[in-house]
């Protein structure tokens, strides 16, 4: 976080950041500014329409965001876990939900970069960095949810193609999207073992979008309910290996994780901005409502949870930049980063009294979005199991 941006934090938060080198804060910085021109004040509109338009993800790809973590060689900015963190902070820190850019960026383009072959590198990560190609994962089903064994999408070879059927849902970027990294069953009795994923141009015959679903928040970000008959997708789009997805998908769990983590702190760094600024503007009862000293023993709550999510979160993030950061420590980070963060949103909110709750303040926005962090990624049931069983 840089000294531009973070003076009126610092006043509250105490300890300051090391994490970041000059080009970081400057990125940050380009960030922060295109996000304000180009994103903000469209945001509206988009979230009535229930998605962001292909032009905005090419704006991304246009001031490098999409680039992070997506090797030069590619069309990226280099594999810079640093880059996509400060990118996520600053989306995060706009009150924006939408594009998902992180799911394309942080979690789609490693499964290429990392697991690809190199025809499908040349394929897909140029067009993605750029933002001529939208990507998702298709990975929850109807009656599935986190438990890969249930998967039920089945891809049947014929001859130099997969044969795929089935269904998925709550899939992210999922209208708008022209990839779709796709579990599917190839072995069924082998169950989770039994897996495989797919790169799957959506626009192949068979391949349906359907409805795209109404959310609590997020309203801006496409998530669809998808459809698969017949679809015939080349044998040379399989990823790794037939039956080896369970792995791949392991695999890039942390980054997925911390993401989440990155996201939920600055979150609460900007609503703990946003909330001092307003008590200490809105009158009540002939004082400022920061006046109050219920105000500022909860504030105080929310700044000490806030700088304590800010070092550990910082700490992860360091680790997995140089690719330190294990499973379970991943798991922490993103069950404590999301349990804080509606902790400190909703005192937040609450403190914003009645208005807080209207849907033009970006502090409800905010409140609504972040509920989601503690089911996706993995529920935060699934991260005290991790946890607990490596004790």
Known sequence: ????????????????????????LAFGDAMRRFLAAEITPHMQKWEEEGMVP??????????????????????????????????????????????????????????????????????????????????????????SGSDLAAVRTRAVRDGDHYVVNGSKIFITNGIVGDLVVLVVKTAPELKAKGVSLLLVDTSLPGYRKARNVKKVGNKAQDTAELFFD??????????????????????????????????AAATCEAALEMTVRWVKERQAFGGRVFDFQNTRFRLADVATQTQALRVFTDRCIDLHARGELDMHSAA???????????SVLDTCMQLHGGTGYMWDYPIGRMWADARVHRIYAGTNEIMREIIGRAL
Request: with cysteine.
């Open 230 to 263: 017949d679809v015939r997708v080349p044998a040379h789009c399989l990823l790794g290996e037939e039956n080896g997805g369970w792995k791949v998908l392991m695999s890039e769990l942390v980054q997925e994780r911390l993401l989440v983590a990155v996201r």
């Open 1 to 24: 976080m840089n000294a531009t941006h973070s003076s009126e934090l610092n006043a509250m938060l105490r300890l300051p950041r090391t994490l970041y080198a000059p080009e970081h």
């Open 54 to 143: 292909k032009s905005a993800w090419r704006r991304f790809g246009d001031v490098g965001a999409l680039g992070a973590g997506i090797p030069e060689e590619y069309g990226g900015a280099g594999e810079d876990f640093l880059t996509l963190a400060i990118a996520v902070e600053e989306h995060a820190r706009a009150g924006m939900a939408a594009p998902a850019f992180e799911l394309h960026t942080g979690i789609v383009a490693p499964y290429l970069v990392r697991h690809g072959n190199e025809a499908q590198k040349r394929a897909w990560l140029p067009r993605m960095a750029s933002g001529e190609v939208v990507a998702s994962i298709g990975m929850t089903e109807p009656n």
């Open 332 to 342: 922490m980070s993103k069950l404590y980063s999301t349990e804080v963060q509606d």
